[in-house]
């Protein structure tokens, strides 16, 4: 009959020289820092050069699609009088008033487009001015953009003074501080707040959704909503053709000075800490892409402005990025601050 097996107690005649306590530290796997591949996607799809040869085409297809809807629906009129007059007459005021429109609709992008060269041309005349410390040429600029803004309610108060003060210059660099002072401080808060939602919308979608078109789309959406709303902040109106142009001027200009790199020591600031080790990749790749949401923001402001920035401060990506993300970190940030304290 066998015995049932127990536990069967082993003991040692020297103690053990490892043990669980005395085992080496699992070596961390150092993750790649974020990328913001979202924002980089967005960028290398806005300012691709478009080719000659895929304009003309795209235009000759354009031209090719518009005759032959045209002519299908001569035909289809016209058959339509030959056979049901009253449905004839129908077809050609419906055919009418979708002409009508179309007009109305390629007249307000024209609109649009010509208001976005008015705010360029305002801020070239604004450089030479400076660069050639012609008091006469910051006066019609000044005069130009008062004519601008006239109407707005947020400016009413900031053209009040600067017609009273204006008369007292003399100088023209002064000239335009003061009207940079008076005029654009509103706007640009305005302007702030659009970079900041647009940065904390995009770096909520990119931590969140898991999907890789998905944050790209939402990314380019929000860009292009953001540089529509502070184009018509500073007075641009920018229309569906007319932000995607200043979608491409803003990006071709961020690519060529290398700026939606994540390389420089802003990103690392932003997305290299200690806060972000301890959270995921995705909130980290979330944070750069907001991060350089807010410098297309910044850059979308230094194209729209009809002044350049001389008396009042450029806006500044980290303090964008820091107050869009403070509802998101805020409780990191609390307790950082606090440790902080501490240890001051």
């Not at 080496?24 to 080719?51: C, I, K, T, Y």
């Not at 660069?131 to 309610?153: N, T």
């Not at 000239?175 to 940065?199: F, N, V």
């Not at 972000?276 to 410098?295: C, I, P, Y």
Request: one cysteine or more; hydrophobic letters at 55%.
């Amino acid at each position: 009959m066998m015995k049932p097996k127990g536990p069967v107690l082993i003991e040692l005649d020297t103690p053990a020289t490892h043990g669980p306590d005395r085992a080496p530290p699992v070596p961390e796997v150092m993750a790649p820092p974020p990328e913001g591949r979202a924002m980089q996607a967005v960028a290398l799809l806005a300012a691709r050069p478009r080719s000659r040869l895929g304009r003309f085409f795209w235009m000759s297809a354009s031209a090719l699609f518009t005759f032959i809807l045209g002519v299908a629906a001569w035909a289809f009129i016209d058959r339509l009088f030959a056979e049901y007059p009253l449905l004839g007459w129908v077809a050609a005021v419906l055919v009418g008033l979708f002409v009508l429109a179309s007009l109305m609709v390629a007249l307000r992008e024209w609109s649009a487009y010509a208001r976005l060269m008015r705010l360029d041309g305002v801020h070239k005349a604004a450089l030479a001015a400076i660069a050639s410390h012609d008091l006469k040429a910051a006066r019609k600029v000044v005069g130009q953009i008062e004519v601008l803004y006239a109407g707005r309610p947020d400016t009413e108060w900031g053209r009040a003074r600067l017609k009273e003060r204006a008369g007292d210059v003399f100088d023209a660099d002064a000239l335009l501080a003061l009207a940079e002072a008076e005029l654009m401080a509103p706007l640009d808060s305005a302007a702030r707040l659009q970079i900041e939602a647009a940065a904390r919308q995009v770096a909520t979608v990119t931590a969140i959704v898991p999907l890789a078109l998905a944050d790209v789309a939402a990314a380019l959406m929000a860009n292009l909503r953001m540089i529509r709303r502070i184009a018509e902040i500073y007075g641009g109106r920018a229309g569906a053709l007319g932000s995607w142009r200043l979608l491409r001027t803003v990006l071709t200009h961020l690519v060529a000075t290398g700026a939606v790199a994540v390389g420089d020591d802003l990103i690392h600031s932003i997305a290299g800490g200690g806060l972000l080790s301890k959270l995921s990749r995705r909130f980290g790749e979330g944070v750069v892409n907001g991060a350089l949401t807010a410098r297309v923001g910044v850059a979308a402001v230094e194209v729209c402005r009809p002044l350049p920035f001389a008396a009042l401060p450029k806006p500044k990506v980290t303090n964008l990025v820091s107050r869009a993300l403070a509802g998101l970190f805020g409780t990191a940030r609390g307790e950082k601050g606090a440790s902080e304290a501490s240890d001051s």
